[in-house]
């Protein structure tokens, strides 16, 4: 995958892409789906939820994500 790939692939999913429990998944016809790791754990988070996730309530940046917002404020 290149790196514009990456980076559109990132957007279509939102919040999945950029989270600690977003997981893509990628199945033998090429197809990219996006598993919600929190689900296994809390069953009020769909295990494949709808795509772009924008707002989501359990969800909690990467390391870099986290230490960007905090070097902009």
Partial sequence: MTTAEASLEARRAGLC???RHGRA???SR???FWRCERSAREPDYPKYPPLPMLVCEGHEPL???ASDARNRA
């Fill in 17 to 19: 892409a950029r989270g």
């Fill in 25 to 27: 998944i990628t199945s």
């Fill in 30 to 32: 090429g197809s990219t």
């Fill in 63 to 65: 390391d870099d994500e």
